[in-house]
Nanobody, 126 residues
């Protein structure tokens, strides 16, 4: 349902753009999020995009460096990553909240999402 791609090896200070394509049956996407997980660490919130409000939110660790955007025609969410640091190295996952909820525009916990992509590796060398 969700296919993340675009990861790779990049030098510190470089940029990458990750994509998260939704395929298969049509489903509602109230919020789509990006998370990352480094070896030996818990899954960490990176940011999210409220599909209906068209607004995005970012973790403090990536604010000002990462940007989330969407392409409705391609049914795809993007994560543009700039000024990458070695500490950004992780497997990046996209996720979708497909069931109705009330409250904040933003969902920051992994348990708040019910569909996950398979992850794409991002490695930033120093």
């Amino acid at each position: 349902q969700l296919q993340a791609s675009g990861g790779g090896l990049v030098q510190a200070g470089g940029s990458l753009r990750l994509s998260c394509a939704a395929s298969g049956r049509t489903f509602s996407r109230y919020v789509m999020g990006w998370f990352r997980q480094a070896p030996g660490k818990e899954r960490e919130y990176v940011g999210c995009f409220n599909w209906y409000a068209g607004v995005s939110d970012y973790a403090d660790s990536v604010k000002g460096r990462f940007t989330i955007s969407r392409d409705n025609a391609k049914n795809t969410l993007y994560l543009q990553m700039s000024s990458l640091k070695p500490e950004d190295t992780a497997v990046y996952y996209c996720a979708a909240r497909t069931t109705y909820y009330s409250g904040s525009y933003y969902l920051r916990g992994p348990n708040e999402y019910d569909y996950w992509g398979q992850g794409t590796q991002v490695t930033v060398s120093s």
